[in-house]
């Protein structure tokens, strides 16, 4: 039985706990033991992408020490977090041979949720059923920087009583960005209503996302404006029977 | 400081015309580029090499550099060597009085560059008293409007049909049209003039090819033909970080650059400059203006760039504020915006325009259509972090996001302090609302509510279910890792292939570009020129002296005047071609004595005769013909001249020819 840690990341732990709950329980069900280091934190994203990398490198020490308790995979339910740790720590430590060998071990086997199940596990049909349309925004780190589409496209595939329709244009951002969205908000208010306009066309009332991140803004956006629509994480859909 | 940016950047977002100017280069440009990238096979790889030439260029620049120099001196053309804007403007200045004593009101016919830009050539040049004309159809506009390019391929593409119309009636005393071949023809008259009086000619360098010493020039209009090969002076400039080694890279480059630019397979012109033809001068000044501080700093990939504007064209925040958008601290506007820019301003022109890296979500639609596979991300990342090869030498203040950041990530590093955060927010969340309504001026309250922070989080019941739900939960097979799909079997390329496919392929491909082709036999090839001729009432040709058949006696036989050298009033070009291009229906036409390039260039219409047997499947095989490199300059033309610089609506006809007519012959 294969051990894995999770790395819930700070958005789900706060906002989103019921995320972190289904993807341990989805975990359990396929045979996994979830292991949730208690001291874990944040990443580091939202000071780093802020260009504050001297304040981010005691952040990211943490999460390296505190993943390093124990060998096996990390499992990250958002693709950005995993990005952090993949391709952020080796560059924030690319002058501390020391620190930069420990990121890489950690970077090595950092694993985002969706591409543990498929690539990893070699799973796609969960037995999960959820009634009705769903629409699948794919988010940009998980998407472009880790090459992640086919993995949750698959898995919602074999979701039953799930009618998948395709969201237009649902590779562009959806504007969130961390501190973009409060450094610029005229700019990300542009690309939500884009972003939102686009899940009106698909006459879905689901949203399916990737990342804690842009579930945050898309729905935050959605509520401002008053829709029905409401935005969940892929393992809540994978979860539910 | 920001300040500015984000009042620039309400300003455009209100502006519904550049909106939907905006949009509609979005729509167009990434589904051209898709389209052109999707038709070779091999695209990914391509790029994977094209990145490893580029790596290879810049960390070996001076080698690169200084074999290219050699080379180009060699073959005739002066180079000088510019260490910033200052000093190139200075070599310009220089260039100019020596070729013109004693005059200081020179008329320019300038092409499109980006350099001049970067260095502000233009504004220079004319408070020195010269007269610089923007003969791209683009920038032409843009220079009536007096404002800069808006895009580093597409300069007016903020601009939509009836605001040019407006501004042509204003300056060029035209009746009002939005017809756009009307505008097109519009600018060709005025320009007309311009190039055939002009006293130098100034373009850009796309590509320097180190081995051979070739300045490689991409232009659609014919413009920048112009430009290059009829005033008696051309300056080139060039960013010093331009090179590829080989004229094999350069065959792979031409295969990237203009389908990521316009999704042409080629683009019209592209032309393979060595010496100066006849009596002409020829000047390349190779400029560093921050250069070689970027190789030497954290930013140094960025250097890759061949300025494509592909990442101008997915960004999605180009998309909603367009070139003008982007401007420094003190409100001006970037020589280079787009996702390319705001790493390349700040790295060449300083912390001015370091701002404009945080008008960026990461979302990475630059790096994947970046043909030369650049990690922008990362670098408009390092942009944040200060890693800039100039940085300020005072810190700023930190903004109130600043501090709030600040905190947080002092305490997502002290895991107890994290944990007591997060009970205090989860506390605070029990008398909050599901939603909140922040106000707008935290930003994130513009446009969307933020979700309560949930009352327990995942760590603090993560230990109950940890105790409770084990045994409920039942575990499963786990199916063994599937392998990955081998992907798309790289298709094998049409090698070998007999002379009828590359005649039927050269002819599909040149009529999709609106030329024609004309298969004929050698006997009967003076009489159909003739009746071609005939048809179009042309009395007049400019044509090669070394046409096959003694061609040229036939047609004064036919009371037809044949000159060699070109005139506004010829309406017609005759000229042979050294091959033809199968795969992207172009001519390789080279120049020399007694083959004027302007034949191919200045007339309206084109008549090329090829002799069927002489077609090479691809532009690599092409650029391998020894005559390239001893032809003083080689044109491929692939098309008849056009341009889509107003509204990207395809108009056909712009400084080059409007026709032409391949006579491919055979026996």
């Known amino acids: 039985m294969p051990t894995v840690q999770l790395f819930v990341t700070c958005l789900v732990d706060t906002f989103y706990p019921e995320t972190g709950h289904a993807i341990v329980r989805i975990l359990r069900r396929l045979g996994v033991n979830v292991e949730f280091p208690q001291a874990q934190t944040c990443c580091g994203q939202p000071s780093f992408n802020a260009g504050l990398w001297k304040e981010t490198r005691p952040v990211a020490e943490n999460t390296i020490q505190v993943f390093e308790s124990a060998p096996g995979p990390v499992i990250v339910p958002s693709g950005s977090c995993a990005i952090m740790i993949k391709h952020g720590y080796p560059e924030l430590f690319s002058d501390d041979p020391e620190w930069l060998d420990r990121a890489q071990e950690l970077s090595a086997r950092t694993y985002e949720f969706t591409e543990y199940l498929v690539d990893v596990l070699g799973v796609t049909d969960l037995g999960a059923r959820w009634p009705g349309k769903i629409t699948y925004h794919a988010s940009c780190h998980p998407t472009r920087h880790l090459g992640l589409n086919r993995q949750p496209l698959a898995l919602l595939a074999n979701v039953q009583d799930a009618e998948l329709v395709t969201l237009p244009e649902y590779e562009e951002c959806c504007g969130f960005g961390g501190v973009f969205s409060i450094k610029h908000p005229e700019l990300s208010a542009e690309m939500l209503k884009r972003k939102i306009t686009n899940i009106e066309i698909s006459q879905a009332p689901t949203l399916v996302v990737t990342e804690a991140g842009c579930r945050l803004h898309i729905a935050g956006g959605l509520i401002r404006q008053k829709k029905p629509q409401r935005v969940v994480h892929i393992a809540e859909v994978l979860d539910h029977r | ?667």
Not at chain 2, 481 to 497: F, S
Request: proline share 6%; net charge neutral; glycine share 8%.
């Open chain 2, 1 to 667: 400081m920001t300040l500015l940016f984000n009042q620039k950047i309400r300003q455009q977002i209100a502006d519904p015309q550049l909106q939907a100017a905006l949009d509609a280069n979005a729509d167009r440009r990434i589904a051209a580029r898709q389209n052109a990238a999707n038709a070779l096979p091999d695209w990914a790889e391509r790029r994977q090499r094209a990145h490893a030439v580029r790596m290879h260029v810049i960390d070996h620049l001076d080698e690169v550099l200084s074999l290219f120099i050699a080379k180009v001196e060699q073959n005739g053309i002066q180079v000088h060597r510019a260490k910033d804007a200052a000093e190139a403007i200075r070599l310009a200045l220089e260039i100019s009085h020596q070729a013109y004593p004693g005059r200081s009101n020179l008329l320019i016919a300038k092409g499109k560059s980006m350099v001049s830009e970067e260095i502000g050539f233009n504004p220079a040049l004319q408070s020195a008293g010269h007269r610089v004309v923007e003969t791209d159809l683009g920038e032409f506009i843009i220079q009536l409007r007096n404002e800069k390019p808006a895009h580093i391929i597409t300069p007016a593409v903020h601009l939509r049909r009836k605001q040019v119309g407006e501004l042509f009636h204003e300056k060029l005393g035209i009746p009002f049209t939005d017809d756009i071949p009307t505008l097109t023809a519009a600018a060709r008259s005025t320009l007309r003039e311009v190039f055939l009086n002009a006293d130098i000619g100034v373009s850009g360098v796309n590509f320097g090819v180190a081995q051979s010493g070739t300045l490689c020039v991409v232009t659609n209009e014919g413009n920048g033909r112009m430009c290059t090969s009829i005033p008696r002076v051309h300056i080139a400039l060039m960013g010093m970080e331009r090179l590829l080694p080989s004229l094999d890279d350069l065959a792979l480059f031409l295969s990237l650059l203009p389908r990521s630019a316009t999704g042409q397979n080629l683009s019209v012109y592209t032309q393979l400059i060595h010496q100066p033809e006849n009596s002409q001068e020829k000047h390349l000044i190779i400029l560093d203006n921050g250069r070689s501080s970027v190789r030497n700093s954290s930013l140094q990939e960025i250097l890759y760039c061949i300025r494509c504007g592909s990442c101008l064209n997915v960004c999605p925040i180009f998309r909603e504020i367009g070139g003008h958008g982007y401007i420094g601290a003190n409100g001006a506007v970037a020589p280079y915006p787009g996702p390319i820019g705001s790493v390349i301003s700040p790295g060449l022109l300083g912390s001015n325009f370091s701002q404009l890296a945080q008008a960026c979500t990461l979302c990475g639609a630059c790096k994947e259509a970046c043909p030369v596979d650049i990690d922008l991300p990362k670098l408009l990342l390092r942009v944040r972090a200060g890693k800039i090869p100039d940085p300020p030498a005072e810190k700023h203040q930190p903004s109130k996001l600043e501090y709030g950041l600040k905190i947080y990530s002092s305490i997502s590093s002290k895991p107890r302090m994290f944990k007591l955060a997060s009970r205090f927010v989860g506390l605070a969340s029990n008398i909050l609302p599901g939603y909140l309504h922040l106000p707008t001026l935290t930003g994130w309250g513009l446009s969307k509510d933020l979700a309560r922070p949930a009352a327990r989080s995942f760590r603090v019941d993560y230990r109950e279910e940890d105790s409770k739900s084990k045994d409920e939960d039942f575990p499963q097979q786990i199916s063994r890792p599937k392998k990955r799909d081998a992907g798309p079997v790289a298709q094998n390329r049409e090698e070998n292939a007999g002379k009828n496919a590359l005649i039927e392929r050269f002819d599909l491909e040149l009529i999709t570009l609106g030329g024609s082709v004309h298969r004929i036999r050698s006997q009967e090839l003076q009489s159909a020129i003739l009746r071609f001729l005939n048809d179009r009432e042309i009395q007049h040709v400019q044509s090669w002296n070394d046409l096959p058949l003694k061609f040229g006696d036939a047609l004064r036989q036919n009371d037809i005047e044949v000159s060699s050298v070109h005139s506004a009033s010829i309406r017609a070009g005759i000229t042979g071609a050294l091959v033809g291009i199968a795969e992207t229906g172009s001519l390789v036409i080279p120049g020399g004595e007694g083959r004027p390039l302007s034949a191919s260039l200045v007339p309206e219409i084109h008549l090329a005769i090829v002799d069927s047997t002489c077609l090479v499947s691809s532009l690599e095989e092409a650029l391998r013909l020894p005559e390239i490199v001893k032809a003083p300059a080689t044109v491929i033309v692939t098309g008849p001249s056009r341009t889509a610089d107003i509204e990207m609506t395809l108009t056909i006809g712009v400084h080059g020819p409007k026709e032409l007519h391949v006579f491919l012959v055979d026996g």
